[in-house]
């Protein structure tokens, strides 16, 4: 067993029992923005096969079949495919996990991910995976935050952590740099691990609004997997501490209308079988 088995279970298990409410209701207006730049990337059209991978609920699956695409979206975690169903009740929708991505069917236009790599123990693995039901000329794309210093939404987390002096609990697994496919050399050597050609990243920089602190803190604390388990393994005076420098940490992007607005950066990659 490698640290990245133990980190792909602590996900699995993460992502099945953390509020995919939390998750819908804050971190995917985060994820959402970014939905029609991926599309645009894989060159979906009407038309095309697609095949959505970690599909959460649902999001870049229902945009994709919106554009005229015949689509299935795949995730691991049960109740995130259950919300996935119930808001895109025509589409189809499988259990699998990205490393093995036979049950999904094979010959994509299209194979896409949001946000997934960055989760992941093995991440080469599922890259390859997503290549090998991906027809020849076909196009993948991935997304990942950038560094935390322009992913400032994230970034501020974990200065709050740091200047809290909270420590990473020993029985979160050790598991790969949040933000390792921020760095662009990262990201296309992944894409190029798989033999994929012609990979391009690029960087996609905005502003997103938070109505007031508690809720990007609900979105953090109950919608993720590692801050998550970060957050519930301190004892409480910890984590009273880090969620005050928390909210001094978001002052900065304090909007002129009322709540935030936080500084979110994405790197997003293609590339062609
Ligand atoms: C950050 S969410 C992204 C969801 C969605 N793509 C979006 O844009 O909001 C990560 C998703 O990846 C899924 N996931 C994580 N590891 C996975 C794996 N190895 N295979 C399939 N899905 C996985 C999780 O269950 C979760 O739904």
Not at 73 to 91: I, T
Not at 148 to 167: C, I, N, Q
Request: aromatic letters at 8%.
């Amino acid at each position: 067993v490698t640290d990245g088995d133990d980190f792909d279970a602590f996900e699995r298990d993460g992502w099945a029992t953390n509020s995919a409410d939390a998750y819908d209701r804050v971190l995917g207006l985060v994820t959402r923005h970014v939905i029609d730049d991926l599309l645009d990337a894989a060159h979906v059209r009407a038309g095309c096969r697609v095949l959505d991978v970690a599909t959460g609920p649902g999001y870049v699956a229902g945009r994709a079949a919106e554009r005229g695409a015949t689509v299935v979206g795949v995730d691991r975690s049960p109740q995130m495919l259950e919300l996935a169903r119930r808001a895109y009740p025509a589409l189809r929708f499988v259990e699998a996990d990205a490393e093995s991505l036979d049950g999904a069917g094979d010959n994509f236009d299209v194979v896409v991910a949001n946000f997934l790599v960055l989760h992941l123990g093995h991440p080469e693995r599922a890259i390859a995976a997503m290549t090998r039901s991906t027809a020849p000329g076909g196009y993948v794309a991935v997304t990942a935050w950038s560094p935390p210093e322009r992913a400032r939404l994230f970034g501020v987390f974990g200065d709050a952590v740091r200047a809290a002096g909270a420590s990473v609990p020993a029985a979160i697994p050790a598991g790969p740099d949040f933000f390792r496919f921020g760095d662009d050399r990262e990201l296309s050597a992944l894409l190029a691990s798989a033999g994929l050609v012609d990979v391009a990243v690029r960087a996609i920089d905005y502003l997103h609004p938070i109505a007031d602190a508690a809720q990007l803190w609900w979105g953090m604390s109950e919608g993720t997997v590692r801050t998550r388990a970060l957050l519930q393994l301190q004892p409480e005076p910890m984590r009273r501490a880090i969620r005050a420098e928390f909210e001094r940490a978001l002052e900065p992007y304090r909007s002129a209308g009322g709540g935030f607005a936080v500084p979110v950066s994405v790197k997003l990659a293609s590339g062609r079988r």
